[in-house]
């Protein structure tokens, strides 16, 4: 049969074929991804980040910034900024600095601690803490700080630090954070370790930053807790989800997240860099890393895999995210504990290769799916998908040696010296900063603690008609009460 348009000329015929071909290929390659070539990552992790932002609608007249449209949860606006923040700090582009900026000072709430009125019914100290470690990034990463009269990143991250201590909870399980702030949101009655996760990688990086024992003393107090609750595997280092107060957290729901085994991970490389190459902090950074490989598994080809939902499709928006905080957290481990770096360098290469070569959907034929090891676009789309293969890619570039790529107070540089040192052992050695080493970003280690502290109530509305019509019934029900009971007493009756 001749092929439509074709009579039987055989160069139209060939013509014909190419023609089919090329259109077929032209954007399963969109994305191409060189990881020996660093500007090769810089544009992959550029489109990566275009398409991402293309779902913010913050930065829109009349629209609230440090929001994301539904169906994204608050907290993980957090997180995406915080992708941002890694995204200007590897590949030394401002595009979105200033919508960054924006974002992080527009949700502090009320005591600068990201408590925002607006988020009561849901608010988790998972959530605050999201948001939380995004601004501590950028105190560590020098990212352009904020004017005079507003809150400073390493402010912000102390006041979510000090606001979620006085909710350690020692009446239940021996301790730890419950999930959810407020009593009247679902969830308050479970403690889960990504909650209690974010309160122990913000604490470790505080004292790493600052050089104060007091969070260093108060991240080993919340890892010991995860220990002795079983949410930590004391044999395994596999961290579980979380469990329920009632019976005292002896029964732990065993789902295995990467974000959770990231966020501790990510400390404990903090608190082995802080302590100045402790040998407990190493064997708790490596028996982390051993457990990390169960999110890598063989027949996926090493890549990653969101184990708990990835394969049944079953994740949810949420869910969808993971990948990317597991990746941020393992590109910072392998600068801050550098004996790991030679581990996860493979780790995030064969997951940034996959991650790229699907990366292949949408109209502009570089949206980014889920399923990385298929090696094809899986027809999903969101923040999440974006989010995870633009930190899994970026994140190859923390092992490529870097000239100082700094301006003005947002400069980069190493972290330290000794076993606190961020160089060596295979990663590039720019790493985050501490006060000591350039850090610029001011602090208040009392922000946070102020005793009128917002308590979750929200705050009043303006008066309506129905509201001015109540008060009138109101007073009209008072006077007659007051006028009846002077006459029963005049007259006795």
């Not at 006085?166 to 399980?173: E, G, Q, S």
């Not at 979380?242 to 005292?248: C, F, L, P, Q, V």
């Not at 999110?295 to 080809?301: L, R």
């Amino acid at each position: 049969m001749p092929l439509p348009g074709s009579k039987s000329s055989p160069i139209s015929r060939w013509s014909y074929l190419i023609t089919i071909f090329l259109a077929a290929t032209s954007q399963v390659t969109a994305i191409e991804l060189d990881l020996g070539d660093e500007n090769s990552i810089k544009q992959a992790a550029s489109q990566m980040a275009f398409d991402m932002m293309t779902t913010y609608t913050g930065n829109r007249t009349g629209d609230v910034p440090g929001n994301l449209p539904a169906p994204y949860f608050w907290w993980e606006c957090g997180g995406m900024f915080g992708a941002m923040i890694d995204y200007w700090f590897y590949t030394n582009d401002s595009t979105y600095n200033d919508v960054t900026s924006q974002a992080l000072l527009h949700q502090v709430g009320p005591q600068n601690n990201y408590m925002p009125p607006n988020q009561t019914s849901t608010l988790g100290n998972d959530d605050q803490g999201f948001w939380g470690m995004t601004v501590m990034a950028a105190a560590e990463y020098n990212f352009p700080n904020p004017p005079s009269d507003q809150p400073q990143w390493l402010a912000l991250a102390q006041g979510v630090f000090n606001s979620q201590v006085p909710r350690w909870d020692n009446a239940t399980c021996g301790g730890g954070l419950r999930w959810q702030v407020f009593p009247f949101n679902t969830g308050f009655d479970y403690k889960n370790a990504i909650s209690n996760g974010a309160n122990f990688n913000l604490a470790a990086r505080l004292a790493r930053f600052t050089n104060n024992a007091s969070y260093a003393d108060w991240a080993e107090d919340v890892f010991t807790w995860m220990l002795d609750t079983k949410l930590i595997d004391g044999s395994t280092y596999n961290i579980f989800d979380g469990a329920h107060i009632e019976d005292s957290c002896s029964t732990v729901t065993k789902l295995q997240w990467t974000y959770n085994l990231g966020i501790f991970l990510h400390g404990a490389a903090n608190m082995y860099n802080y302590t100045n190459g402790s040998t407990v902090w190493q064997q708790r950074v490596e028996g982390l890393m051993n457990a990390s490989s169960f999110f890598f598994p063989q027949d996926h080809g090493n890549v990653m895999v969101e184990r708990a939902c990835e394969d049944a499709g079953t994740c949810n928006t949420d869910e969808l995210s993971f990948k990317a905080y597991f990746s941020r957290w393992l590109a910072a481990t392998a600068v801050l504990a550098p004996f790991t770096a030679d581990a996860i360098k493979p780790m995030l290469a064969t997951s940034a290769t996959a991650a790229a070569k699907q990366c292949s959907g949408g109209n502009s034929g570089t949206i980014c799916g889920t399923k990385w090891s298929t090696g094809t676009w899986d027809g999903s789309t969101g923040v999440g998908q974006q989010m995870s293969a633009l930190e899994v890619t970026q994140a190859n570039l923390a092992f490529i040696p870097q000239n100082d790529t700094s301006s003005g107070s947002s400069s980069g540089g190493g972290g330290g010296g000794g076993a606190g040192s961020a160089t060596g052992g295979g990663s590039s050695g720019k790493g985050p900063l501490t006060q000591t080493t350039g850090g610029t970003s001011q602090g208040d280690s009392s922000a946070g603690t102020n005793t009128q502290t917002w308590n979750g109530n929200a705050p009043p509305g303006p008066i309506t008609t129905a509201d001015q019509a109540g008060a009138s019934i109101l007073t009209i029900i008072l006077i007659s009460l007051i006028c009846g009971g002077s006459f029963w007493i005049n007259y006795g009756v």
